[in-house]
């Protein structure tokens, strides 16, 4: 079984969305390798800047704020 979010949430189409994800990622290698990084952020530049900014607010959130609210919560009751 692959592990993925949408799994855990409970998301029929879980694995679906697994697989588009790695075909993206397969796409975006294959670009890199016919274009070159030039070519590859010439062409889909703002959505990968995007896309790490993104991921990264997310993470941080999660780290720097949701757990640490969490835990004085828990601490306080």
Request: charged share 20%.
């Amino acid at each position: 079984m692959v592990f993925a979010p949408c799994v855990i949430i409970g998301n029929p189409r879980g694995e679906a969305s697994v697989k588009r994800l790695l075909t993206l990622f397969i796409a975006l290698r294959d670009e890199r390798r016919a274009f070159g990084w030039k070519g590859l952020f010439k062409k889909r530049g703002p959505k990968l800047l995007l896309a790490f900014v993104l991921a990264y607010l997310v993470r941080d959130l999660v780290l720097y704020v949701a757990i640490p609210l969490g835990l004085a919560a828990w601490l306080m009751n």
